[in-house]
């Protein structure tokens, strides 16, 4: 869809297109990126952290079973891209395990939390393609968070995501028989 | 939004007709059965239209529900899709993610292929928020396709709207999802314009409806603080986004300023 904003531009700052153009192509960028890709985080030391408890691929609990869902584990996603899965105490100990950058909102909320991590290529609207992304499954909320290099389709350009204050260091269970 | 109830076919026999010698004349490979392979590479793909007026808070459309057919699949796996949607935009920049708040139809491929929840191969009625990665909501986001189950035959109504502390996603005028407007005003913040649009992974998954049955967005309009408006185009003019003629089309009615129709002509 920064091909489609792009074609959004109707005359107006979104599509770059004109009746009946062909649009094949996201628009040039215009504006500066306002925030740093990764590539400085400090490493923390890895801390074995509390025992989180691995999640069954076969006979998931209805919680995890529901987070999966969410996520869309198995109807979009393949269960073999799982690459950890856990539930959390709390939202805020997201940051110990993936490379968030502590803004997300998402962070704020009460409650336990799931997590999935994906290995591999997952197709976003907007022309783009983002590897290696998290699902969270918050008490009200849930969604991806492109954690990992995102792709634009129409051009093949890889670009990081920002970077984290502190890297993560702990690692999510990969999922149980 | 007022109702509106009546459920409009808009197929003019002569366009019909026309549409259906176009077909016929400039299809040099018709499809009956299937859609030809998947052809590489995928990339985000459109057929409709956009405006960006001052003030823009809501969109409004209805679509009717119509076969789609996705491209065949190769060896290996290719993006796949075929989506009918409107939506909110914010703005596009170079960060990861994209401003955007839409919903409408989606028939989508097996979960081998990785592009949108199968749903076991049933067209379906969804929504999706996303934000860009931002200073002020961090890392890019996005709810993925969330399924509001199978959409009956015939058209259906679609509106997002801004109605006091939320932002709304209505399905024939029942409120289907609410996004807080800090997700909108905070994490985009703006909002740029509005879309109506049929949008394909590759091009040969099938753009829009049939020669013989044009998937119509009718009605459309979007809402201002002045209330709303309808989305006008200059009578028979082509759409503003076309990624492959080749194949597909997309025109404004001849009749009506606020309605379009969109095909491919491999699907008779």
Known sequence: MKALLALAAVSLAFVGCVAGAVVTEPPAATMTPTTKPAETAPARPVDPGQELAAVSASHPTAAAADAMAKCHIGDMVVIEKVAGMAQLPTAAELLRYVPLTGREPQLKEAGPVWVIQIKGDVHQMGGEIWTNPICVVTESDFGYFATGPVTNTATGKTIQPEAPAVAPDRILPPLAP | MTSNG???????????????LLGLVLAPATVTGAMPQCVAPSANKFLGNGMSPSGLKGVYTEIERLGKQLCTQGASQLGSWSLSWISLDGPSTSSPGINIFQGGYAQ?????????????????????????????????????????????????FFQISKVSTHYNFYIDEVLRDQ??????????????????????????????????????????QYQTSTGWHNANRT??????????????HCNSSSTSANYFDAYDDRVP
């Open chain 2, 6 to 20: 009546e459920v409009n076919v808009r197929r003019a026999a002569s366009v019909l007709a026309a549409l259906m």
């Open chain 2, 108 to 156: 989508c491929p097996p979960p081998a292929n990785g592009s949108c929840p199968y749903n076991g191969g049933v067209l379906y009625f969804w929504d999706y928020y996303a934000h860009e990665q931002s200073v002020a909501c961090g890392a890019a986001y996005n709810t993925g396709f969330i399924n509001y189950g199978n959409p009956s035959s015939g058209y259906h």
């Open chain 2, 179 to 220: 996004i807080s407007l800090a997700s909108i005003e905070t994490c985009w913040p703006v909002i740029v314009g509005g879309e109506w649009q049929n949008e394909m992974l590759n091009n040969n998954d099938q753009g829009g409806g049939h020669v013989s049955n044009p998937q119509g967005f009718h009605k459309n």
């Open chain 2, 235 to 248: 009578l028979g003019s082509n759409c503003d986004a076309n990624s492959y003629p080749a194949h597909w």
